[in-house]
């Protein structure tokens, strides 16, 4: 009998020692990116729009490139002029003066730099999507003119469906969160409750909020939705 009421105490005293603390948190895409042109020139196309779901790599917009074109046309045929005089050059390179050889040999190198350059100039004129995901705002069309001197995102990307939430968490339990704790939480419009775990614990507090930021992976909520929950602290499990 003694045993049972020793048990029933401890029992309760470590249920008043026991603590979820409570915290709001609102979601945000796992992965997010603002897109613009790095280069200058008139939009010919755009091939996405809001909501259109894409691949990394693919193409979502491009500028008029035909000047460029033609300049990496004419470096690639100077190329192929340079490679041919070194060539013949290397039959006969122990006839040769070796300062003369090198400068066939320098021909061919800058040759092949200047098609690298105006290739990597072509490319910026392609606007491609820097992972997996979809795009969520759309600020260009076709003929608007863009600047990559004064830089401006003409779309936004986000990861299809991997989200984080954002926890804002009282500075005082900054001892007690730490990553591989349970969150128990409710989104917004949704009775549903859900469990996560904390992935992630930012290594400041805000000292205009007096609060520490911790991240819970979680799939498919939309992003900027606002909720609620309790981290579970190893006491309290």
Known sequence: MMKKVLWSVLLLAASLQAEEIYT??????????????TSSGTVQRVDVDVASVVKKDEVLAALNSDDLLAALQIAKVALVYAKRDLERQQRVKKLVDEARFDQYRFKYENANAQVAYQQALLDKTLLKAPFDGVIYEKMVEVGDVVSGAMIRTVMKIQS??????ILNIDQKYWKQIEPGLTFRYKVDGDDTEYTGEITKVYPYANSANRKIRAEVEAQDFTPGLFGEGYIITPDSK
């Open 160 to 165: 299809l469906k991997a989200r984080k939430l």
């Open 24 to 37: 709001t948190f609102t979601v945000e895409a796992k992965q997010h990116a603002d897109l613009a042109f």
